[in-house]
């Protein structure tokens, strides 16, 4: 099984910039995904790492450790828009995903 | 291309009635899968199908069945509702090759309540 922690709630201003920290425990892994998902919506994929090292898209990032069970999703120049929960999920050795329990970021204007 | 669809889009039950929640997606993804999601629990897999005609449980599978007798559908069915069932309940597929990012996109949900 998977044991995914990443905080729950983090609130920043507009055009600032948040780190979301994501740690898992994981008896196989094959891939950590990072999905958005705004109140009453389905989750948006956002990234995938599978590979040490940051991957970069436009104003996210998303970087993995394997070694340490750790990663971390960037978001630059804050919008309102980007107000809504960040989902942390660990894809096994098993090819399924155990996600973690969000973290719901509040941009302030 | 609608993608993933759901229906019902809400629904209150009784407790003790079957219900089925259906799922249809038309990207002819191989693998399917339901979640359920509880306020503080994240996403939760109920069950899986990796193809046409095969299906697996996943970590929540008690109380409710699937089946698989398409590639486009996967209906959900909770035999006899119970009040911890109550939960917004996601579809999502994948094109199921293994290597890759295989990303899984998720249909708009379900939001059941069983009284």
């Known amino acids: 099984g998977q044991n995914i922690d990443q905080p729950t709630e983090m609130t920043a201003t507009e055009g600032a910039i948040v780190q979301i920290n994501c740690t898992y425990q994981?008896?196989?892994?094959?891939?950590l995904f990072w999905y958005q998902q705004h109140a009453g919506e389905a989750p948006t994929f956002l990234s995938y790492?599978?590979?040490?090292g940051l991957e970069e898209k436009g104003r996210f990032s998303s970087f993995l450790s394997r070694s340490k069970g750790y990663s971390y999703l960037l978001l630059k120049e804050l919008q309102m828009k980007d107000s809504a929960s960040y989902l942390c999920?660990?894809?096994?050795?098993?090819?399924?995903?155990?996600f973690g329990a969000g973290t719901t970021v509040t941009v302030r204007a | 291309i609608a993608g993933i669809t759901q229906a019902p889009t809400s629904q209150i039950l009784a407790a003790g009635r079957r219900m089925t929640l259906r799922c249809t997606q038309d990207?002819?993804?191989?693998?399917m899968y339901w979640y359920r999601q509880d306020l503080g629990l994240g996403l939760r897999l109920i069950h899986y199908?990796?193809?046409?005609?095969?299906?697996g449980k996943g970590e929540v599978p008690d109380g409710y069945s699937v089946s698989r007798a398409n590639t486009d559908d996967f209906p959900l069915t909770l035999a006899s509702a119970v009040p911890s069932q109550t939960s917004v309940y996601f579809c999502?597929?994948?094109?199921?090759?293994?290597?890759?990012?295989?990303?899984?996109?998720f249909g708009p949900g379900t939001r059941l309540t069983v009284l």
């Open positions: 999920a660990v894809r096994d050795s098993d090819y399924k995903l155990s």
């Open positions: 999502a597929s994948s094109d199921g090759a293994s290597g890759g990012a295989d990303t899984q996109y």
């Open positions: 790492n599978v590979l040490d």
């Open positions: 994981t008896s196989g892994f094959n891939g």
């Open positions: 990207m002819r993804h191989n693998a």
């Open positions: 199908s990796n193809t046409a005609g095969t299906t």
